[in-house]
């Protein structure tokens, strides 16, 4: 049986004890749910990146702006800019809206594709879209990156660009230019440039004038060279709508993009599996 000053002694430790955690749970700062300093300013954070983190093309970016300079004007946030350690121009991008650019918080998305520099480290510059063209409104931010050493290969895609046409004849719908994509090395490179090409066109080539005649939803089912002959299938949206400017103009970027590759001399299109009757109005 406990005598009295056992019962004094174990009532002291458990006070001291309870005294202890106390002075923890106060003074010692817990874990908050601030975020990283590193990927954020005041106004814009970047939700797909860490600093350093390393990057490969083609590039998503997604992220917020909340204010403080950062606002949307007519669907866009700003640009963004991808340099290398000495500065030079990689790649940029407009930083589109994806939720109503008149509401704050907005987010935002842009893709950059690029040829990866030679050197290791670079810098992603986010600009604020600063409609009022006053110098004292700009904002920027930086975040450091690191390109991948993973060799990329270039691909062409081709598209409608009516600030490179002259002509407003029938052939204009066959006149289609290039762009480039750059792509993890594979050995699909065919199958890989038809499936950047059903993307569409970028924010950075529209702004440029480019625009696809493809619809949204397009889709390569399978794809084969036999004897030089480019054989590609694709499903029913990919003829869906238009007049016959519109699947002229189609016809012509799914061939101009397969005859980039020296093993293509000849294009074979079809429509699940059907020949006969394809891109027709």
Do not use: H
Not at 32 to 38: G, H, S, V
Not at 259 to 278: C, E, H, K
């Amino acid at each position: 049986m406990m005598n009295t000053k056992q019962g004094v002694w174990l009532l002291g430790v458990l006070g001291f004890i309870m005294v202890a955690l106390i002075a923890i749970l106060i003074f010692v700062p817990g874990k908050t749910n601030a975020p990283n300093p590193a990927t954020n300013t005041e106004g814009i954070k970047i939700n797909s990146l860490q600093v350093n983190s390393e990057i490969s093309s083609p590039l998503k970016i997604t992220g917020t702006i909340s204010g403080n300079g950062w606002v949307g004007f007519e669907g866009q946030v700003g640009v963004v800019k991808l340099l290398d350690s000495n500065e030079k121009l990689i790649a940029m991008g407009i930083m589109t809206a994806t939720t109503e650019w008149t509401t704050l918080p907005t987010n935002f998305e842009t893709t950059l594709n690029f040829a990866t520099p030679n050197t290791e480290n670079g810098t992603l510059v986010f600009k604020n879209e600063n409609a009022s063209g006053l110098p004292e409104k700009d904002k920027t931010f930086s975040l450091p990156i690191k390109f991948s050493k993973d060799k990329t290969i270039e691909v062409e895609v081709f598209f409608g660009n009516l600030s490179f046409s002259s002509s407003g004849e029938q052939d204009e719908c066959l006149r289609v230019y290039k762009t480039s994509r750059y792509i993890g090395e594979t050995t699909a490179v065919a199958k890989t440039a038809l499936e950047e090409l059903l993307k569409g066109v970028t924010d950075s080539e529209k702004a440029w004038g480019f625009f696809t005649s493809i619809p949204a939803g397009s889709k390569l089912n399978s794809i084969s060279i036999v004897n030089g002959q480019a054989r590609a299938d694709f499903n029913a949206i990919t003829e869906s709508g238009g007049g016959s400017c519109s699947m002229a103009a189609r016809t012509a970027q799914i061939t101009k993009t397969l005859m980039q590759f020296p093993t293509v001399t000849s294009v074979r299109l079809s429509i699940n599996g059907r020949t006969a009757d394809i891109f027709q109005p």
